[in-house]
C-alpha cells in the first residue's frame, strides 16, 4: 500500500528552471511532511518541512505549496542549480506513529548547466 | 556530515549469512530508526527504537532483528540472507520520536548478497 505517491519519476530542466515535484497522499492523519534530497552515495538530508495548517512555506530557493483539501503538496526548486542535481523525497508522517516517515518514490532531478 | 555514523560502508556476504550492522547517533538523539533503501521498494521503514525501547515497527522482516543498547547506539540483525536482501541499510536519529522531530540519516551500508 503507497500511501505517500510522488512524480514524476525524473525530471531534467535546464539551470534557472524551476523543477516542480508533486506528491499525493491518501492517510488524512498525516501531520508532517518533510522535504529530503539525496546525493548519490549519500544519506537523504532534510530540506524543508511543512504542517499541514501552513499552505506555503519557502526557504532559500525551495518552495513548498500546500494542499490541504486536495491532499496534495508540492516542492518547487526556484532559479535551479546543476548543484541540485539529486534525487528528492517527499516524506509524510503522523503523531499516531511515532515519527515513522512514509516516502514516496523519488524523483531523480537533472539540472543541465 | 549528519553526525549518525553506520558501519560497515560496505559488505558482501552469501546467502544463509548472518550479519549485523551497526549505528551510532548523533550526539543527544534519543530515537534511531532503521530504514531499507532498494531499487524496486524505495525508502521503508523497518523499526525505530526510543532511548532502549521499541517505538514503532514497519515492513521488517521476522529474519530481520534490531535493538538500541543503554548507550544509545544500535544494530540492525540480518539473517538468513537471501539475494533480495541486497539494500542499502540507513540508519537515523531524532532528539525525540514524536512526529516533527528532523530525522537526520547516515551514509548507509551498503549489503550485497551473493
Known amino acids: 500500500q503507497q500511501q505517500v505517491k510522488q512524480s514524476p519519476q525524473s525530471l531534467i530542466v535546464q539551470k534557472g528552471g524551476i523543477p516542480i515535484i508533486n506528491c499525493a497522499y491518501e492517510n488524512t492523519a498525516f501531520d508532517y511532511f518533510p522535504w529530503y534530497q539525496q546525493f548519490p552515495g549519500k544519506g537523504p538530508a532534510l530540506l524543508i518541512a511543512i504542517r499541514p495548517d501552513v499552505s506555503e512555506k519557502k526557504e532559500g530557493r525551495f518552495t513548498i505549496s500546500f494542499n490541504k483539501s486536495a491532499k496534495q503538496f508540492s516542492l518547487h526548486i526556484m532559479d535551479s542549480q546543476p548543484g541540485d542535481s539529486a534525487t528528492y523525497f517527499c516524506?509524510?508522517?503522523?503523531?499516531?506513529?511515532?515519527?515513522?516517515?512514509?516516502f514516496g518514490g523519488g524523483t531523480r532531478v537533472l539540472v543541465k548547466p | 556530515d549528519s553526525g549518525v555514523t553506520q558501519t560497515p560502508k560496505h559488505l558482501i556476504t552469501a546467502t544463509g549469512q548472518r550479519v549485523t550492522l551497526r549505528c551510532s547517533p548523533r550526539?543527544?538523539?534519543?530515537?534511531v530508526y532503521w530504514y531499507q533503501q532498494s531499487l524496486d521498494q524505495g525508502l521503508q521503514f523497518l523499526i525505530q527504537y526510543y532511548n532502549g525501547e521499541e517505538r514503532a515497527k514497519g515492513n521488517i522482516l521476522e529474519r530481520f532483528s534490531a535493538q538500541q543498547f543503554p548507550d544509545l547506539h544500535s544494530e540492525l540483525n540480518l539473517s538468513s540472507l537471501e539475494l533480495g536482501d541486497s539494500a542499502l541499510y540507513f540508519c537515523?536519529?531524532?532528539?525525540?520520536?514524536?512526529?516533527?522531530?528532523?530525522?537526520?540519516f547516515g551514509e548507509g551500508s551498503w549489503l550485497t548478497v551473493v
Open positions: 516524506a509524510a508522517s503522523k503523531e499516531a506513529a511515532g515519527n515513522k516517515l512514509t
Open positions: 537515523a536519529s531524532s532528539v525525540g520520536s514524536s512526529s516533527g522531530n528532523t530525522i537526520y
Open positions: 550526539s543527544g538523539d534519543l530515537s
